[in-house]
């Protein structure tokens, strides 16, 4: 998988208060089969974890959100975390980002409380998803088919319920990558 995966390029959007896990674990995937990765943040400045219970570490920012655009990447990944997804989905910028990778048929990963950002996208209306229990009536409200599976794919649309979940969460999001756009991902 490794050389089909070469050169090809995601994007993390995450801002502060982000679950640990669930940045540094799919970051670590990608990497190790050849992905470039950027965290992208909203003001390009580093971000800080939160670890399950605690503060975590501070993670550094590739690039700011107004600095790049979805012809810059292959993918993009949205971690949860309560206080991360909370403050993107109120953001046009980002909204307008994530959006941009459904309207390409590109591959999106959210994971948790993630799937926050893509109900407040508009893209989340008749697709098959999952995500941490919280959220699910969120998205039921939102149009969306919720189901409690570790991992759900919906025509690039890749979703998780909880760090528990990244082995599953990973695997599906790199074979995506590798069959690149989807006709089936759309806002």
Request: with cysteine; proline share 4%.
């Amino acid at each position: 998988m490794n050389q089909a995966l070469n050169g090809k390029r995601v994007a993390i959007l995450s801002a502060d208060g982000f679950e640990e896990s669930e940045l540094s674990v799919p970051r670590a995937a990608l990497q190790k089969a050849g992905v470039e990765v950027h965290v992208v943040t909203p003001d390009g400045k580093g971000i800080r974890a939160w670890a399950e219970t605690e503060w975590g570490d501070t993670y550094d920012a590739d690039k700011s959100l107004s600095d790049v655009s979805e012809s810059d990447y292959h993918g993009l990944v949205l971690p949860g975390g309560l206080f991360n997804p909370d403050e993107l989905r109120m953001n046009e910028d980002a909204l307008s980002f994530v959006k941009a990778f459904f309207q390409a048929g590109k591959p999106v990963a959210a994971i948790c409380h993630a799937p926050w950002i893509l109900i407040n996208a508009g893209v989340v209306e008749g697709r098959k998803m999952t995500s941490v229990p919280s959220v699910a009536q969120d998205l039921r409200n939102a149009g969306a088919n919720w189901v409690d599976e570790a991992v759900v794919c919906d025509n690039a649309l890749v979703t998780s319920r909880t760090p528990k979940d990244l082995d599953a969460f990973n695997a599906k999001l790199l074979e995506e990558l590798q069959e690149g756009r989807h006709s089936g991902q759309h806002a």
